[in-house]
Nanobody
């Protein structure tokens, strides 16, 4: 069992930066791949990025590639999503998730956080 709590969201101007954190409880955190997803009002939840259990592999959606960076600290049971050059279209609720496989599909993730709001003003 893994419990996830996101933090770091807020209001930022376009072009600005934010760093989201996802703190996990449970001794098996380091065995899970971690993903970030987001959901804008009226839209489906979409994949943003994934990091492998070791942190050695990362993947990003085309819409954020080159602007977002995903990292993890297994000693602290925490995953970080650094978001630079934010755009108004990045506005959404951001969720972190834990899964056994390295995937971009929602259904492959077993545990989810409650989400944190990111609002980018233009």
């Amino acid at each position: 069992q893994v419990q996830l709590v996101e933090s770091g969201g807020g209001l930022v101007q376009a072009g600005g930066s934010l760093r989201l954190s996802c703190a996990a409880s449970g001794r098996t955190f380091s065995s899970y791949a971690m993903g970030w997803f987001r959901q804008a009002p009226g839209k489906e939840r979409e994949w943003v990025a994934t990091i492998s259990w070791s942190g050695g592999s990362t993947s990003y959606a085309d819409s954020v590639n080159g602007r977002f960076t995903l990292s993890r600290d297994n000693a602290k049971n925490t995953v970080y999503l650094r978001m630079n050059s934010l755009k108004s279209e990045d506005t959404a609720v951001y969720y972190c998730a834990a899964g056994e496989g390295y995937s971009s599909r929602l259904k492959d993730y077993d545990y989810w956080g409650q989400g944190t709001q990111v609002t980018v003003s233009s």
